[in-house]
Each structure stands twice: as C-alpha cells, then as structure tokens.
C-alpha cells in the first residue's frame, strides 16, 4: 500500500482512501505517505476504529 501510495505523488491533488478492508489495515502507511507530501487525504468514513486519521474533518 505505501508503494502504491507513493507512486502517487506528483501526479493526484488528493487521495481518497476508501472503506475497503485491505486498504484499512495499510491506513497509516497510505495517510503517512499523504500528510508527508502535503496531499490531503480523504477517507470514505470518517473513523476506522478508534483511530481517526483522514477525512475532511481530520485536515
């Protein structure tokens, strides 16, 4: 996931991360590689879990 995250850069304005189970468990990588290059990150839900990590409310 974070390679997939990263192959992103300089070509999206925006990375929208959703709901999915695989993509779920790889969340911190995904929103990690996002905030490090300034692209916001926008989830399908707004928690997954306990963990509140990207979303329109979250930026």
Do not use: H
């Not at 709901?19 to 990588?29: E, F, K, R």
């Not at 290059?37 to 879990?49: L, Y």
């Amino acid at each position: 996931m974070k390679q997939a995250a990263e192959s992103l850069v300089g070509k999206v304005q925006a990375i929208y991360v959703p709901s999915d189970n695989t993509v779920v468990s790889a969340l911190s990588a995904a929103v990690g590689v996002a905030n490090d290059n300034k692209i916001p990150p926008v989830c399908g839900r707004e928690r997954f879990g306990q963990e509140r990590r990207c979303g329109i409310l979250w930026l």
